[in-house]
């Protein structure tokens, strides 16, 4: 049984929102800070942003920070993480992934987000 379920990407066109869900199991989820990763074509993975298990979040402050246009959430009931993402870019194109801060968790499949006119 999969940990990590990311599902609601997609092909969207610039300017567009997307907003991402990622299920874990209830195990790997409680009492741990979450992030979202993405990994362009031919690039590393890199991370998007993270968010406590109080529901503080970061996005860093990197030229290639998402702050202002992404929005991370998490439903502690559900075992739930949330990205909303607003203002996409074409560079924002890639396969998004959630796990742990560390990630130290299985990783799931992603889900792929493709911005193009």
């Known amino acids: 049984q999969a940990q990590l379920v990311e599902s609601g990407g997609g092909l969207v066109q610039p300017g567009g929102s997307l907003r991402l869900s990622c299920s874990a199991s209830?195990?790997?989820?409680?009492?741990?800070?979450m992030a979202w990763f993405r990994q362009a074509p031919g690039k590393q993975r890199e991370l998007v942003g993270i968010?406590?298990?109080?529901?503080?979040?970061?996005?860093?402050d990197s030229v290639n920070s998402v702050k202002g246009r992404f929005t991370i959430s998490r439903d502690n009931a559900k075992n739930t993480v949330y990205l909303q993402m607003n203002g996409l870019k074409p560079e924002d194109t890639a396969v998004y992934y959630c796990?742990?801060?560390?990630?130290?968790?299985?990783w799931g499949q992603g889900t792929q987000v493709t911005v193009s006119s």
């Open positions: 796990n742990s801060v560390t990630g130290d968790i299985p």
């Open positions: 968010i406590s298990v109080g529901g503080r979040t970061d996005y860093g």
């Open positions: 209830v195990n790997w989820f409680n009492g741990r800070d």
